[in-house]
């Protein structure tokens, strides 16, 4: 829209206003002694006027919709009327028969509203008061006075002009800001000073092509400055400031103050309510075929203003309805058929229909494949010696003797007096290199055994469960491993030994929800135990139970594999037994001592990979 159609649309304003002034003149004329009660109250005005001033009460600023700054000014009298305009960038008010107090008079800066208003200075001017908004950048402005109130609004220009035209991208982004805060009425512009609010009705009749009846209690004048609003703003900013509200019944609304409309509206609610308490019951039968017709019942009996709650559900001493059912309405469901009984109103028994039409539908699946990976990798190395020294000299009728070549010593060989060979976690021989060296008194016996092992090894799980949409699935494979304990004591003489249970299980549990981009979000509980060895006690074995565990949540596509954990464990383990002294003797003590080396990998992992199976074809 560019600024001379701006100007030609204020123009088309002036012939409506005249019309009402003449329709105004001649309904004075018309009706005696109305025409001399203008002039008298004119007179009576201007005599209060010079005798008596009102005053501004208060000024306050607030930041409105769309960064829009917004003046209010209270005054603690009637009669004011204000008038504004625009000068050299600013927004000036001049109320001119108002005083300013003293206290009132001093400049406010408003800059961190973050609107086009920057600054107002409030002063005395004239025998009245004046206020200057000093402004940034492009603004619209309109303003709007109910009774003893006067707020001004300056709003950011939505659009901006160049060379006296807005461009198109411009003027689509007003209409859009408009759009977006329901308004989409032409444009209109009006300037009142205390005008009949019946009066700015007309117009905006007029201006929307729209059928306007105003109740008799819409009363009283307003005063106004909008420039280029919609109209339906307009008739909005009116009705507000006036404490009216509006009903539309197809090109026709209706106008009245606030309470006789919602006073209209409760009445004809009790009318309806009160003639359907008149109405005669009916009974229906639901058949209810993928859900549980005692849980569809819960959720109906107990959600938040039901009419009838717990047991079969009934009536009470409020005559409005709650929630699904009238207050008269009764539901039973029958479990052994699957059955909803319902006897209300034929309307709510035909909604309650389609509420458990909608209820009541095949819910899709999920299969949830799940694979439990626990790969070991294990290395040892032994190194180990036996060495033995024997002898014996003839020294008279004695005979010394080093070492011992019998059968049953401590070394548990003849020949050996340092036992260390290299062994296997099993107990089993390994290979071994010997050398005996014989004299004529003495004999010397070596023998070096070594072993190196290397294991590898990997468990394979691969539960595997189907379960409703957001309905929670548990799969156990294991056992039950005994062990004694005892219990009593205290008074007794002997405590009492009992045989307990503990469970080695692999266990999957998982709550699945399908989304509506065909994704599943999937709530993981997983549990893989292992008995690792038995520990011997005074009273019997003890199981030791290695657990894994993994309890997360997920988000995959569907068909897709996700990790969902991973354990790595790794031990590396040194050690050496060796003779005291000996075994520390450079190139001879490695036949004092034995050394080992182990290293063990462990590592798990679990993969899950959901599936929907659809059971329903989608619209």
Not at 145 to 169: D, F, K, L, M, W
Not at 396 to 410: K, L, P, R, W
Not at 505 to 533: G, N, Q, W, Y
């Amino acid at each position: 829209m560019t600024f001379t159609n701006a100007q030609s649309l204020r123009t088309h304003r002036r012939p409506p206003i005249i019309r009402a002034c003449g329709l105004g003149l001649a309904l004075a004329l018309t009706v005696p002694g109305l025409a001399a009660a203008p002039a008298a109250q004119s007179t009576v005005a201007s005599q209060a006027t010079t005798t008596a001033k009102s005053k501004v009460s208060a000024i306050d600023f607030k930041r409105g919709d769309g960064g829009a700054g917004r003046l209010i000014l209270r005054f603690d009298g009637d009669g004011v009327a204000p008038d504004l305009r625009n000068q050299d960038g600013s927004v000036v008010v001049d109320v001119a028969n108002a005083t300013l107090p003293a206290e009132l008079q001093r400049p406010l800066n408003v800059t961190d509203f973050a609107t086009p208003v920057q600054r107002i200075d409030a002063k005395p001017y004239g025998g009245g008061t004046q206020l200057v908004l000093s402004t940034r950048g492009d603004y619209e402005s309109l303003a709007y006075q109910t009774g003893n109130e006067y707020v001004v609004e300056i709003a950011p220009r939505a659009s901006a002009t160049a060379v006296g035209a807005v461009s198109g991208a411009a003027v689509a982004s007003a209409q859009a800001k408009l759009a977006k805060q329901g308004y989409s009425g032409r444009p209109v512009t009006f300037n009142f000073q205390d005008v009949p609010v019946r009066t700015v009705l007309q117009l905006i009749a007029e201006e929307s092509n729209l059928n306007i009846v105003a109740s008799d209690t819409v009363t009283g004048n307003v005063t106004l400055r909008l420039v280029n609003v919609p109209w339906d703003q307009a008739m909005d900013i009116v009705l507000r400031a006036k404490g009216l509200d509006k009903r539309r019944d197809g090109s026709v609304v209706w106008v009245a103050p606030q309470p006789e409309l919602a006073a209209f509206e409760k009445a004809k609610e009790d009318a309806r309510i009160d003639l359907e308490n008149r109405v005669d019951l009916v009974t229906d039968y639901i058949q209810i075929n993928y859900h549980n017709a005692a849980a569809i019942f819960k959720a109906l009996t107990e959600a938040k203003g039901i009419g009838n709650q717990g047991g079969g559900g009934g009536g009470g001493g409020n005559d409005q309805e709650n929630g699904f059912l009238s207050q008269r309405g009764r539901i039973v469901a029958d479990e052994r058929t699957n059955t909803l009984m319902i006897s209300d109103i034929p309307k709510k028994v035909a909604q309650m229909r389609e509420l458990i039409n909608v209820i009541d539908r095949p819910v899709d699946q999920v299969l949830i494949e799940s694979r439990i990976v626990i790969a070991t990798d294990s290395f040892a190395r032994d190194l180990g010696a036996r060495f033995g020294v024997s002898g014996s000299r003839q020294y008279g009728d004695n005979t010394a003797i080093i070492g011992s070549s019998v059968a049953g010593n401590n070394t548990g060989t003849p020949g050996l007096n340092f036992n260390l060979p290299a062994t296997t976690a099993s107990g089993t021989n390994v290979s071994s290199l010997a050398y005996t060296l014989l004299g004529t008194n003495f004999s010397i016996d070596l023998e070096l055994s070594a072993l190196q092992q290397e294991g590898r090894g990997e468990v394979l799980s691969n539960p595997r469960v189907v379960t409703s949409n957001q309905r929670e699935a548990i799969i156990r494979q294991g056992r039950e491993v005994g062990y004694v304990t005892l219990t009593g004591g205290g008074n007794q003489a002997f405590p009492t030994p009992t045989v307990e249970f503990k469970d080695v299980v692999l266990e999957l549990k998982v709550t699945p929800t399908i989304t509506s981009d065909d994704r599943v979000f999937m709530a993981v509980h997983v549990t893989k135990d292992e008995v690792l060895r038995y520990i011997d006690t005074s009273i019997g074995q003890v199981p030791e139970i290695a657990t894994r565990e993994i309890n997360t949540a997920v988000l995959v596509d569907d068909g897709q594999t996700v990790v969902i954990g991973g354990v790595y464990e790794f031990t590396d383990a040194n050690s050496v037994a060796k003779v005291p002294f000996l075994g520390n003797v450079p190139f001879v003590g490695a036949f004092f001592k034995k050394t080992s080396r182990t290293k063990e990998k462990a590592e798990l992992l679990i993969f899950l990979t959901p599936k929907v199976m659809r059971v329903e074809k989608r619209a």
